[in-house]
Nanobody, 121 residues
Framework: QVQLVESGGGLVLTGGSLRLSCAVSGRSIGAWPMGWFRQAPGKEREFVGSISWNGINKYYADSVRGRFTISRDSAKNMMYLQMNSLKVEDTAVYYC??????????????WGQGTQVTVSE
């Protein structure tokens, strides 16, 4: 059974940083593209970024490009999202997903339960 578990969320002040982790169990992520999405209250789930199976290609939403960085460690079966220069509008539940590197959430096969990120002024 494949499971994705996010961690690292929390409360941070504007301009601060957080690092989210996504731990995968049940299969190797070695050949799996993966992504991060987020959902704010009252809004639809939106693409944050994704990473190819080999970690070479990375894609970001315009709203986070230059501030967020995705990485992966296939040996540890982990994916990460380093978030810097956080803004209030980054407040959301963040989800990791596996099976695609596309912008559309429908392309992903597996999802984590989400971790809350709250940015306050």
């Amino acid at each position: 059974q494949v499971q994705l578990v996010e961690s690292g969320g929390g409360l941070v002040l504007t301009g601060g940083s957080l690092r989210l982790s996504c731990a995968v169990s049940g299969r190797s992520i070695g050949a799996w593209p993966m992504g991060w999405f987020r959902q704010a209250p009252g809004k639809e789930r939106e693409f944050v970024g994704s990473i190819s199976w080999n970690g070479i290609n990375k894609y970001y939403a315009d709203s986070v490009r230059g501030r967020f960085t995705i990485s992966r460690d296939s040996a540890k079966n982990m994916m990460y999202l380093q978030m810097n220069s956080l803004k209030v509008e980054d407040t959301a539940v963040y989800y990791c997903a596996a099976g695609s590197a596309k912008y559309d959430a429908k392309g992903y096969d597996y999802w984590g339960q989400g971790t809350q990120v709250t940015v306050s002024e």
